[in-house]
């Protein structure tokens, strides 16, 4: 480093400041002692020193854009008290995130938005006058987070906690629920008024949660889209959130849904197309599910569609009530199980700029696979903010890292790390996973993102 005349280079060693050299023909006029004269120098001036040799010898592992957004998910659970809200903030502040996608339809205990009953059960125990969504967006909104409502649409319970209030959607209406193929034949014979129909869905559904959340609503069913719709309504009415983050925007997989409405749906729908024959083998009245096997594209073809229906209204929905709340949503990142399983056509989507932001949920332990799934979806949302989101809950600090540099790569516009309940649990994760995350990702501070 040379000295305001130009000089002399000077180098940082263990606080002092060592003269290296006096340069050609100034050496003779340098006012220094001979070469490698140690001078001490102020606290100030050593502390100068060794940042500038720190930034010398300290590579930029991973770019850090400042307009990034930053998310992280909160479970509803974290939310049960005036104390427990202050603590989310916190942390969020603290660790470098400057949104929350905050959960508020917990597989469907809604009401408690609304400001009717059932409660959340975390929450019975809390005052009734307390409400944790507005206690979180006026916390987050005073230091600079944003607040994005996290909704799971279609996933509506737990089959292997079942709501505790009988005023819960499955037990009102178990009719609007999705139905497996291999159910179809048994449930097709009771009433879904009869108790059996629910608990032998829910059985099920326990024997398989490996492979199915839970208990899902049917996008083929015009009133349980009708009651989605509703609950919208309400929340942004209410509330003034910064965005509607929805989420189990799919089937559970391509053996989805045989209900009895579902199989109606899909008669009417073949009878309108002209194509309906009527073969004796297609009975309606006793074996509607052949028709599924009959008309296999037709069949596919009309769960994506009513899916995307579903969106459609839903956004209509929402930007209706408040314009300016950010519309986003999750996606199945392989585009080919989202379209043939899952039935989530997001390529139409983004085509019809149905999303401000999407949020693929690429949850694997290889960079290299999420990279590849995260340039995918780049690729084709043109009009759309592209948001990766990382299940860090399976993962260690430094593959999350990875990943995070990753998504920097592809351009993503954010990351979004799951979640907030997880990584700050010292039994599932190490007790420093998101101060890590802090000094290492988020060393350059981001802007609170404003209006996309």
Not at 155 to 176: C, F, G, K
Request: net charge neutral; charged share 20%; aromatic share 8%.
């Amino acid at each position: 480093m040379r000295t305001l005349k130009g000089d002399c280079v000077l180098f940082s060693i263990a606080g002092d400041v060592v003269v290296d050299t006096c340069a050609g023909p100034l050496l003779q006029s340098c006012s220094f002692a001979p070469i490698n004269i140690v001078v001490r120098l102020s606290r100030a001036r050593i502390a100068i020193a060794a940042f500038l040799t720190a930034l010398l010898v300290t590579p930029a592992v991973i770019a850090q854009p400042p307009d990034e957004v930053r998310a992280l998910w909160v479970v509803d659970r974290s939310l049960n008290s005036a104390s427990s809200v202050v603590a989310v903030v916190s942390a969020a502040r603290k660790y470098g995130f400057n949104t929350l996608l905050v959960e508020v339809r917990g597989h469907s205990e809604s009401d408690w938005i609304v400001g009717k009953t059932p409660r959340t059960p975390g929450l019975s125990l809390q005052s009734s006058h307390f409400d944790p969504l507005k206690a979180i967006i006026t916390s987050a909104h005073a230091v600079g987070l944003r607040v994005h409502a996290w909704v799971n649409v279609n996933l509506v319970a737990d089959a292997n906690d079942l709501p505790t209030s009988r005023n819960h959607i499955v037990y009102r209406h178990p009719e609007w629920l999705m139905v497996p193929r291999s159910l179809a034949g048994e449930l097709g014979k009771l009433e879904p008024e009869n108790p059996a129909y629910l608990g032998t869905l829910s059985r099920w559904t326990r024997e398989n949660s490996d492979t199915v959340d839970g208990l899902y609503l049917s996008p083929l069913t015009a009133e349980a889209a009708s009651y989605s719709a509703k609950m919208l309504a309400n929340l942004v009415s209410r509330y003034r959130i910064d965005g509607v983050h929805l989420d189990s925007l799919y089937y559970p997989d391509d053996t989805f849904d045989y209900s009895r409405s579902a199989m109606n749906e899909l008669r009417a729908s073949v009878k309108a197309s002209g194509l309906d024959t009527k073969p004796p083998e297609l009975d309606p009245a006793s074996q509607g599910m052949l028709y599924a096997d009959h008309y296999l594209e037709r069949w596919a073809a009309l769960r994506r569609s009513r899916l995307t229906s579903l969106l459609m209204r839903l956004r209509t929905t929402v930007k209706q009530h408040r314009p300016d709340v950010v519309f986003s949503a999750v996606l199945v990142p392989d585009k080919d199980d989202a379209l043939n399983l899952q039935f989530q056509d997001w390529r139409t989507w983004l085509d019809a700029r149905l999303l401000d932001v999407v949020c693929p949920t690429a949850y694997t332990q290889s960079a290299e696979l999420f990279e590849k799934q995260i340039a995918a979806i780049r690729k084709v949302a043109t009009s759309s903010k592209v948001w990766a989101g990382i299940g860090s809950h399976r993962l260690s600090v430094g593959q999350t890292l990875d990943i995070i540099e990753a998504a920097r790569r592809q351009r993503a516009d954010g990351v979004a790390l799951f979640s907030y309940e997880n990584l700050t649990d010292p039994a599932l994760h190490e007790i420093n996973y998101l101060e890590r995350i802090a000094k290492e990702a988020f060393r350059v501070s981001a802007v609170t993102p404003g209006p996309l």
